[in-house]
């Protein structure tokens, strides 16, 4: 599989709080890649430099093999890179064929769509494709996506990404809040996204979902990548000792203990109280 989306070297800072420290990564057309870590590890600062929502201090982030410094979100979704975060961003008062096209809705052609007419027959029939290819157990395109279940809210917005995304699809913690069925149904989905072509990008805590569903996993801790490893063959003990820095994920023994100097701008033996809330 060829590197879709890469990161090289990595760094970025808040103030005198360092939270990714030349960072690597890498996701593969038709894979799904999981990124993990502890609190603090910097996995939400790292996925947004690569949706384009913040700014890398240092180091180069490649699409495709070729540089690219993605100014706003806005440009990552023209590159072809789709996020879903948490909170969906879905417009409850609308449906699920509605929401797809939020923000990018169609005109009818001729006169009328000169005159702002929106093309909602085409927009749903797009949709109904776009849902029906995806498995999807939502029904009624036209409902109120406030009154869905969670898994099925969190399906509209994996399957709103997927018909826009050309080469990119980030999800951050799609089974958040899902109960073991709607779980189940997410997970399906994440690997039915995968299969389209698309790399996948999955941000997860639960470490049986991720080795359920991943090709690969990648581990952040402390701002570094100290491990990636394909999730077959992979135990969790394995993945939580690499967050931990417990085990040495590659040779699966116990890891020397680091020497480092304090983190920049701290005081020896201290931790600014900052960095646990900006080190994500």
Known sequence: MSAVLEARGVVKSFGH??????????AHAGEVTALIGDNG???????????????RDAGEVL???????MTSPTHARELGIETV????????????????F????L?????????GLLDKRTMRARAAEAFTSMGTDVKDLDAPVGALSG???????????????????IMDE?????????????????????????????????????????????????????????ARGATVEQLVGAMTGALDAQAGRPAPTPVAGPVPGSVAGSVPSSSAEVAR
Request: glycine share 10%; proline share 5%; charged share 25%.
């Open 41 to 55: 590890a910097g996995k939400s600062t790292l996925i947004k430099i690569l949706s384009g929502a913040l700014q």
């Open 102 to 105: 939020a923000g990018r809705e």
């Open 17 to 26: 709080v360092q939270v990714l420290r030349e960072v690597d990564f890498v």
């Open 174 to 230: 799609p089974t958040a809040a899902l109960g073991v069925r709607q779980t189940g149904r997410v997970l399906d989905l994440v690997r039915r996204v995968a299969g389209t072509g698309v790399a996948v990008v999955l941000i997860s805590h639960n470490m049986p979902e991720v080795l359920q569903v991943a090709d690969r996993v990648q581990v952040l801790r402390l701002g570094r990548r100290v491990a990636d490893l394909p």
């Open 107 to 115: 005109l009818r052609p001729g006169l009328l769509g000169r005159l």
């Open 151 to 169: 898994g099925q809210r969190q399906s509209v917005a994996i399957c709103r990404a997927v018909m826009w995304a050309r080469r990119v699809v």
């Open 63 to 69: 699409l495709d093999g070729e540089p690219v410094r």
């Open 85 to 100: 975060y948490q909170d969906l961003a879905l417009a409850p008062e609308l449906g699920p064929a509605e929401n797809a």
